[in-house]
């Protein structure tokens, strides 16, 4: 079976051009970086190297980049380093939104449940913070606003740099999740005025397991891992060489590929939405459409439970998803559409499509073709049909 | 898929056979909670669902039904507690889960039957009537919790097992190199996996723990207890009385709160009636019919007549008192090992 993959958002495949460069680290950099021998240097020039490719893709100085497990962890470093390191001075609220990510969320509800006070800020059906409710949210004592750069399931982009601007003119830190941003958009650090921003490799066509975090220079933060000196004391523990020198690589090729890829991911993205509204009726898009990565699109289908919509797409062999999954690999109701203000119907029919690297226009017509007949069968066949 | 080796046998068989598998699991609670894991459909057997899947080669989805197993399955089995019956989920499951919500959700998907893991059998009679039968292993029977399905479900069901013993599953199983060949069977139901029912009840609907008098068959007072749920038709055990001889539940009464109890010989009724009877081998009888009648999972089945009455209910009367005809479980109706019909005891 010719398959599609449209999960872009989720995860992406890994480029050959990284699966070299972690194959020759793997290979022939078996070093400790720590080290300081031969071995050891040659080690650390790899990840010196990546950290410059990594740092380039963010606008970064290089000693600015701490290299991590991945977003999830980059996004509790961040979150978790602050509150530590600013609430003994009496710093203890916490401000979030939302639509975060659950690696966001569930820090925030972790660090809710020992004393610090945490708020969530509103969207609207738009799916895009609001200035003004973060400036009445902030406090004299907020330490964190914790705001992604742009939301994994609808892809709409926060108007970060005013948030960021809000935040730390009342001394507060703030916190970016660019992982569904990082290789799609450009970023500079700088120009947006942030403190911190977490990334993860394996949406830009890197490897999983591996993530950084930018942390801007002489912020206050306090390590989530302790142990050795690695990365200038603030992430302990023996380097993952070889998957760094993946996202190093995947860092370089996003970076080179970015404004074209982009300009030829998006009018894919519009096609296959604007095929899909036309062809199968009772269909909407979710989430403000102007303000969006170049290759997310979030589609509401009337009278569709989403999970059997996912899994009969998966047996035609087109790979998408829909919100978040939980531990069994279900599907629970999206939390960034019950955010949104919609109805509980609307949080369980929704199919995100993301496209990518491998996607073509045959691919995009293809799902357009079968998406009617599929649709049809499962809303003639459903006894408990879901309304939208 | 349960995770179970019975269904896992089922998928592979099929798959074997050469036809086109899609497993499917239900998640039916909340796996995230600290509350216990029941003993079928938890975290492991979705795992043990999986690897069965990968092993044999089929995709495998997990659906989460947790909000219909609420709506049908878990709500029945507290109204029933509740109203002072004793409820069979496993039989609602089938009915109005299994071969209800999945069967639509996998026909949506291009399935043309739903396959399970019963031990059960499902035939077509020349006259194109679906006949449900039990299953080759008398002790491993699961007819009884099939009563309910309908000639469309019938027509619709496929029990790749229900022609073997369990001994033979596991050989089936271990053939075919599946690793849950030697798990053993599910016992519990499976959303109270640490069996104690009331408590789950009270938990679910606080308002049932009323307390109430456990009377003798005479009225008069013998205790008090902490709610009609905590009791069954034909319990002896956990009444707070004692008398001279053993003491058996008799009859519970929810709007009173009344529990009355009596001697075992007072368990035995000779007729019943039964409620949303299926008639599932022949069409409802025109006059009153022999069969015999199974009463509970493990009653041997007696013998008796069963008479349509009008909305769907049914009158059975036993050629020999039975003890503790329960209301809320299901009385089936068997001619040898075929599913005549079968209803709710009232």
């Known amino acids: 079976m010719q398959r599609i993959y ?64 991945g977003g999830t962890e980059g996004d509790n470093f961040a979150i978790r380093g602050t509150a530590e390191a600013l609430g003994p001075s009496g710093r203890r609220h916490l401000i979030g939104t939302t639509i975060e990510h659950e690696a966001v969320l569930n820090t925030l509800k972790a660090l809710g449940k020992r004393g610090w006070e945490i708020t969530l800020l509103p969207v609207g059906e738009t799916g895009i913070v609001s200035p003004d409710a973060l400036k009445a949210a902030l406090r004299d004592d907020t330490a964190l606003v914790s705001v992604m750069h742009a939301n994994n ?82 992430r302990a523990g023996t380097e993952n060489v070889a998957g760094i020198a993946g996202m190093g690589a995947a860092a370089e090729l996003a ?20 095929g899909i509204l036309k062809a199968v009726h009772g269909t909407l898009v979710n989430g403000a459409v102007s303000a969006r990565v170049p290759n997310t699109t979030n589609i509401s289908f009337d009278r569709i439970e989403a999970e059997s919509l996912l899994i009969a797409l998966d047996l035609e062999g087109i790979a998408v998803s829909t919100g978040s999954a ?32 491998s996607s073509t226009a045959a691919d995009v017509d293809r799902v357009i073709a079968v998406l009617p007949g599929i649709v049809d069968k499962l809303r003639n066949l459903t006894r408990t049909p879901v309304r939208a | 898929m349960s995770g179970g080796v019975d269904s896992s046998v089922a998928a592979a068989l099929l798959a074997e056979q050469g036809h086109d598998v899609i497993g499917l699991s239900m998640q039916l609670y909340d796996q995230r909670g600290t509350e216990t894991f029941g003993t079928c459909c938890t975290l492991d057997d979705l795992y043990d669902a999986r690897r069965v899947a990968d092993a044999i080669g089929i995709p495998h989805y997990i659906l989460n039904f947790e909000r219909q197993f609420q709506d049908t399955v878990i709500s029945n089995f507290v109204r029933e507690y509740a109203a002072g019956r004793t409820p069979l989920p496993c039989a609602h499951c089938n009915s109005d889960l299994k071969f209800a919500t999945l069967l639509d959700r996998a026909r949506g998907l291009g399935a043309e039957r739903v396959a399970t893991g019963h031990y059960a059998r499902v035939e077509q009679s020349p006259d194109g009537r679906w006949l449900l039968r039990r299953s080759a292993d008398p002790d491993k029977d699961q007819s009884y919790f099939l009563f309910s399905l309908t000639q469309d479900q019938l027509a619709r069901a496929s029990f790749p097992v229900g022609a073997l013993k369990k001994t033979e599953v596991r050989a089936q199983a271990r053939r075919l190199g599946l690793k849950v060949a030697e798990k053993p069977d599910s016992q519990e139901i499976c959303f109270v996996p640490d069996g104690d029912y009331a408590a789950f009840v009270a938990r679910k609907e606080p308002a049932v723990a009323r307390a109430g008098a456990i009377v003798d068959t005479g009225g008069r007072v013998l205790a008090s207890h902490e709610g009609v749920h905590r009791f069954t038709v034909g319990q002896r055990k956990g009444l707070g009385v004692s008398g001279p001889s053993p003491l058996y539940v008799l009859k519970i009464e929810a709007e009173s709160g009344q529990v009355t109890v ?37 009653h041997r089945p007696a013998a008796g007549r069963v008479r349509a009455l009008d909305a769907g209910r049914a009158e059975f009367v036993f050629d020999t008192p039975q003890p503790a005809i329960t209301p809320g479980q299901a009385v089936v109706f068997y001619d040898r090992d075929l599913v005549v019909g079968g209803g709710w005891i009232d």
Request: glycine content about 8%; charged content about 20%.
């Open chain 2, 262 to 298: 009596g001697p075992r010989a007072a368990l035995d009724q000779t007729m019943l009636t039964a409620s949303g009877v299926n008639w599932v081998s022949i069409e409802a009888p025109s006059g009153s019919m022999p069969v015999s009648a199974q009463i509970r999972h493990r």
């Open chain 1, 153 to 234: 399931e609808i892809g709409t982009i926060q108007p970060i740099a005013e948030l960021a601007r809000l935040a730390r003119e009342r001394g507060a830190h703030f916190h970016t999740d660019a992982v569904q941003t990082a290789g799609k958009i450009p970023i500079d650090v700088k120009a947006l005025g942030l403190d911190l921003l977490s990334i993860s490799a394996h949406k830009f066509y890197g490897p999983k397991g591996v993530g950084a975090i930018w942390i801007r220079r002489g912020l206050r933060l306090l390590p989530n891992v302790t142990g050795g000196k690695q990365e200038r004391n603030r």
């Open chain 1, 255 to 274: 970076r080179a590929k970015m404004a074209e890829e982009s300009a030829r991911v998006a009018p894919l993205r519009d096609r296959l939405e604007a």
């Open chain 1, 326 to 357: 939980c531990s069994s690999g279900t599907l629970e109701p999206s939390h960034v559409l019950k955010a949104m203000g919609f109805p509980a119907h609307r949080t369980q029919n929704s199919i995100r499509f993301s496209l990518g690297a």
């Open chain 1, 6 to 69: 449209f999960d872009h958002n989720a995860t992406t495949p890994v480029l050959p051009p990284v699966v070299d460069a972690m194959a020759a680290a793997l290979r022939e950099e078996f070093g400790n970086p720590s080290s300081v021998h031969h071995f050891g240097q040659r080690a650390k020039a790899v990840i010196d190297q990546a950290r410059s490719s990594v740092a380039a893709l963010i606008g970064a100085d290089p000693s600015e980049v701490v290299f991590t497990s």
